[in-house]
């Protein structure tokens, strides 16, 4: 269907009919497809895709004439109509979408792996993937269950791309110090948001130990107290799993020699705490802001260090892919 939607559009089909109007593609017809197919990955729209290729198949222009404008590379924004609705974002948002439909594999990896290059996991997670994985779950949910399978190849090539992207674990540099700890609260198994803050974490130096989704509370207390972690962050998506009662028992949490005793900085994370945060505890907007909170907690080197984190202007912005679950 879409070769035969960019031959009518757009002239880019095969150029060899037999006497019995079949097509016969050529190698530079295949070349040419493979051309249009490279540039809409990218996020650049059909139209000025096929633009590009048929100006290049053309040759270079007369020298009176001007040159033909090249196709804008993918960094900017694009309200291309496109098969999900994205709406006013980056041109990789429209190329990983795409390439998210197709079922193309390959694609998004390079894609995802590119994004990160360019911008960083927190300009990637933000700018690029938080986009694409709102629109699927979008038109998940407004579809009946019909892209499911889109939702689920990328949610997991993104977080395929967050672990790569993160070094290996550092060392906890003195056991005075500590560590940073991830978790989502019991039941919750959203876990791509807590693996963008890993993979920051990490690109940071920071020493961060991830549990992963639903952590039961027995075994976070149990974590806590044999990692003697600087910060906790906990992740809750949904409101009925955000337990204020949880975050109040992490932060209570001591350890250490009578007179010394010491205990986490807690952090909450996700939409869910948005009506229930218990006092004391820390409340960073996105994950830019969770990053600097976490490290000037590591800098400081005491657990009673204080980093104010100023409040989300109205409605915090949900900060997880859409339905996205973890695999």
């Known amino acids: 269907m879409t070769l035969r939607s960019w031959d009518r559009r757009y002239g880019i089909g095969p150029t060899a009919r037999t006497e019995g109007g079949h097509r016969r593609w050529t190698a530079a017809d295949v070349a040419t497809v493979e051309e249009m197919c490279r540039l809409t990955a990218t996020g650049i729209p059909p139209a000025d895709a096929a633009r590009a290729v048929r100006t290049a198949a053309a040759g270079p222009p007369p020298a009176a004439d001007a040159a033909a404008p090249a196709p804008p590379p993918p960094t900017g924004r694009s309200r291309a109509a496109g098969a999900l609705p994205l709406g006013d974002v980056r041109q990789e948002c429209r190329g990983l979408a795409r390439a998210a439909v197709r079922l193309d594999a390959p694609a ?47 949610a997991w090539h993104v977080s395929t791309a967050l672990r790569r992207s993160a070094p290996p674990a550092a060392p906890v540099a003195s056991p005075a110090v500590g560590c940073v700890l991830l978790a989502c609260v019991p039941g919750e198994q959203h876990t791509l948001p807590l693996e963008a803050l890993h993979a920051a974490l990490g690109r940071e130096g920071l020493p961060v130990r991830m549990l992963g989704a639903a952590v039961p509370a027995e075994a976070l207390d149990a974590a806590v107290r044999r990692l003697g972690p600087v910060a906790v962050v906990l992740w809750a998506q949904e409101s009925a799993r955000a337990v204020p009662a949880l975050a109040r028992h992490v932060a209570g949490l001591r350890w250490g020699m009578k007179g010394a005793r010491r205990g986490p900085t807690v952090l909450l994370g996700g939409p869910g705490w948005s009506r229930s945060q218990p006092a004391g505890v820390l409340r960073p907007a996105g994950l830019a802001q969770a990053v600097e909170a976490l490290r000037a907690l590591c800098t400081a080197g005491w657990v009673g260090a204080h980093v104010p984190v100023p409040p989300a202007a109205g409605r915090p912005r949900r900060p997880s892919g859409g339905r996205a679950r973890s695999r």
């Not at 390079?110 to 927190?122: D, M, N, P, S, Y």
């Not at 994985?133 to 499911?148: E, I, K, P, Q, T």
């Open 108 to 154: 998004l990896e390079k894609q995802l792996i590119a994004a990160v290059e360019r911008h960083g996991v927190v300009g990637a997670w933000q700018e690029v993937m938080v986009p694409t994985l709102h629109a699927v779950g979008r038109r998940w949910a407004s579809s009946g269950d019909r892209y499911v399978e889109v939702e689920h190849l990328l």
